[in-house]
């Protein structure tokens, strides 16, 4: 009988969830015992583990693909391109000029909009695109770190998108309602929209540990409620007094984030980027130190792999399932804070925009790991800010980085699709080895 590790040490790396996953006995069910699903839930992660356990060149060669599939796309919306395909056969050589100047153009601009603008009269004007990519970065970073928890340990967070708004309606609260001291106020905002994404992401996690549901069909029913009640609270006057418009009073100012930029360090800069980017920085710092250094996320990594195995080593599964629910809502609601008390610094309808659903995106992207997380939700930050200059410059439909966005989960979501293209050798295949030439024995 082979001995087990119940304290569940962290080593710094993920050898623990090999362990895990060779402890698992072959055919064993993973019944929790009334606290969770009774099917083979340690099946289950391995979908993810295909997806997240690729390289980084897996992710930018992805990326690579989408942004050149994404440029022909621009150039068949082009009118020049279509005007010069239709003499094709006479002269090739115009379509294939259109097609490459629709295509340089329209990245060109976009990169002129999300990382530096070298055609601005002043040199703040010059850098002002790459402090845009990061503001829109902020919810993207925060939101993906709590996806990619849930990732690690095996889980489906499809739910960021309503935990953002319920961290952003208690933030909102308490950045307007309460007449506080300076940093103290700002601090009970950031820990009040903490705690409302903390709660939403909760409650399907205590769903799934005690009665087995399933958290992608509960995160999102929990979305929707998330959307039906920020309209109902936005009509009460607690919210909305005297007002007609979806938009709450504005955030007390010692309740928002200082600019990092400010006005007397840099007069007429003109940033938006504030304090919640530094946020974003120790919140990656903090979740890399939780997954790769402590219990907890040796725990969470190692459900992640095989369940039955974890539980086998005597670790509560459905527990870490609630934790790591907790903790990714709590990251959705600093997101939420980012939104609320540094960009919008009030309440809106549309506080969320998409940035729960891109986050998946991002969290795929980042291979759910903290920093591949923090570095891709740049890179999506910087399409979004870039978009914008884009459909100004060529006419581009903005919704053309959607169609990137997409591209990046397809491509992300299918490895073996992007080794073919690229022709890279599978990791998984073991290689053939040539066999040895036959010796001779020497005869006297």
């Given at each position: 009988m082979s001995e087990h590790n119940p304290s569940g040490r962290p080593t710094g790396s993920d050898a623990g969830e090999e362990q895990a996953v060779a402890a698992a006995p072959p055919g064993e069910t993973g019944v929790s015992g009334g606290h969770g699903p009774t099917h083979r839930e340690h099946e289950r992660p391995t979908v993810l583990h295909q997806i997240l356990?690729?390289?980084?060149?897996?992710?930018?060669?992805?990326?690579?693909?989408?942004?050149l599939i994404g440029g022909f796309l621009i150039a068949f919306a082009d009118?020049?391109?279509?005007?010069?395909?239709?003499?094709?056969f006479a002269r090739p050589t115009d379509t294939l000029s259109a097609t490459w100047t629709s295509m340089t153009e329209a990245y060109i601009a976009m990169f002129r909009g999300s990382v530096f603008d070298w055609r601005a009269d002043t040199f703040?004007?010059?850098?002002?695109?790459?402090?845009?990519s990061m503001v829109f970065s902020i919810p993207l970073i925060l939101a993906g770190l709590g996806i990619?928890?849930?990732?690690?340990a095996g889980l489906f967070n499809i739910g960021a998108q309503g935990q953002i708004i319920v961290g952003a309606i208690v933030a909102a609260w308490l950045g307007f309602h309460f007449d506080l001291p300076p940093v103290i106020h700002l601090l009970v905002a950031i820990l009040g929209g903490l705690i409302g994404g903390a709660v939403w992401g909760g409650i399907p996690g205590v769903l799934k540990a005690r009665f087995g549901a399933n958290e992608v069909i509960v995160t999102i029913m929990l979305n929707y409620i998330a959307v039906y009640l920020i309209t109902y609270i936005l009509k009460q006057p607690a919210f909305n007094p005297g007002r007609t418009g979806q938009r709450s009073p504005a955030i007390a100012a010692d309740a928002t984030y200082p600019l990092l930029v400010p006005q007397w360090l840099w007069?007429?800069?003109?940033?938006r980027l504030h304090w919640g980017f530094v946020v974003a920085i120790l919140a990656?710092?903090?979740?890399?130190?939780?997954?790769?250094?402590?219990?907890v996320g040796f725990e969470i990594r190692a459900v992640g792999a095989n369940p039955a195995a974890a539980r086998t080593a005597g670790m509560s599964v459905g527990r870490t399932t609630i934790i790591t629910m907790v903790i990714a809502g709590a990251l959705a609601g600093l997101a939420a804070g980012g939104q609320v008390m540094g960009t919008e610094r009030s309440l809106t309808a549309g506080v969320a925009a998409s940035f729960g659903f891109d986050a998946i995106t991002v969290a795929l992207l980042g291979r759910s790991r903290p920093w591949g997380t923090f570095f891709a939700g740049l890179l999506f930050g910087a399409l979004k800010a870039g978009g914008f200059l884009m459909q100004s410059l060529t006419a581009t439909p903005i919704d053309i980085v959607l169609v990137v966005q997409s591209l990046i989960v397809l491509l992300i979501a299918a490895p073996p699709l992007v080794r073919s293209i690229f022709r890279l050798p599978d990791p998984?295949?073991?290689?053939r080895r040539r066999a040895a030439p036959a010796t001779t024995e020497a005869t006297a």
């Open positions: 356990s690729g390289s980084a060149l897996m992710s930018v060669l992805a990326v690579v693909l989408a942004l009118q020049d391109v279509r005007e010069a395909s239709g003499y094709f703040a004007g010059m850098v002002k695109p790459f402090t845009e990619a928890v849930g990732f690690r007069p007429g800069n003109g940033f990656t710092v903090l979740v890399w130190w939780l997954m790769e250094r402590s219990t998984g295949r073991p290689r």
